[in-house]
């Protein structure tokens, strides 16, 4: 373990553009329950995970409905508002501080990246604290909108102060498509990292699963001059996991070696080793 930190200490520091991406497993250590494990979300309350399913649906059926559901009945998550970072966050955020990470790709809708201090931090899956404009992608806190006076002046949906679209909550829905303005960032970063640390998830909810994968090919697409596709070598990327169990990464020879732990454990050893080194 203590050679696998050193190691990853050293790719850190090697590197050009290191990114990380996170999930689950790092927001469980401060204590914000997941969805399917013993204890999950779902696993408790399965009708709530059958609205989860039909929620996008519903949305775009009518918007109106699904607001005012939204708003009177009690949310998922409980207290979340009031969950903290814990030491694997703020490990990402110091490493970011030091100019070693470039970039936290999040699964996760907690908002606690932000409050860690992330500044660069991308919320894949959108932010329960957060409205998005499914127009024009424009995001907006929770309280630039009255929502209790819309509901009660009957003027749900909240719409748009920049381009007058109906506006949802930022948290990406079953069926929903990731965020074009989002997906895009992620797919740059996964294309020009050369250093990919993945923490706390085994990367198995498609389309974020490919973010690892596509980093893994080492090979870009895009689009030439001339129209044409073109397929350019880009350079190798070193893929380390912190997760408490191997995961389909592991397994398939995506990631080059797994540090196997908590992250609210494994981080702060690494953060610590870099600042030695730097000493
Ligand atoms: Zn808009």
């Given at each position: ?21 996170t999930g689950a ?81 999040t699964q996760n ?15 894949y899956h ?75 998830t085994?990367?198995?909810v498609?389309?974020f ?71």
């Amino acid at each position: 373990m203590e050679q696998l930190i050193e190691r990853a200490a050293k790719d850190l520091l090697d590197s050009k553009h290191a990114i990380a991406l996170t999930g689950a497993g790092i927001s469980t250590e401060s204590g914000i329950p997941d969805f399917r494990g013993p204890s999950g979300i779902w696993t408790k309350d399965p009708d709530a995970e059958r609205r989860a399913y039909r929620s996008y649906e519903r949305f775009l059926a009518d918007p109106k409905g699904w607001w005012q559901e939204r708003l009177t009945i009690p949310s998922l998550l409980g207290d979340l508002e009031k969950a903290m970072p814990n030491l694997g966050h703020y490990a990402l955020a110091e490493l970011e501080k030091l100019g070693l990470l470039k970039c936290v790709i999040t699964q996760n809708v907690d908002a606690l990246h932000e409050k860690a201090g992330t500044a660069n931090l991308i919320e894949y899956h959108g932010s329960l604290f957060k409205l998005r404009c499914m127009s024009c992608n424009s995001r907006f806190g929770r309280d630039e909108f009255d929502l209790e006076k819309l509901m009660s002046e009957n003027q749900l949906p909240p719409h748009c102060s920049k381009c007058g679209g109906v506006v949802k909550t930022d948290g990406v829905a079953f069926g929903e498509p990731i965020p074009s303005d989002v997906a895009h960032q992620s797919l740059e970063e996964a294309w020009k990292c050369d250093l990919m640390l993945i923490c706390g998830t085994s990367a198995v909810v498609h389309p974020f699963a490919q973010l690892p994968r596509i980093a893994r090919q080492r090979k870009r697409e895009r689009e030439s001059e001339t129209g044409l596709y073109v397929v350019e070598q880009v350079q190798a990327v070193t893929i380390v996991e912190v997760n408490a169990e191997p995961t389909p990464l592991t397994d398939e020879g995506i990631s080059d070696y797994l540090i196997q732990g908590k992250t609210g454990e494994v981080l702060p050893q690494i953060v610590e080793e870099v600042k030695a080194r730097l000493r």
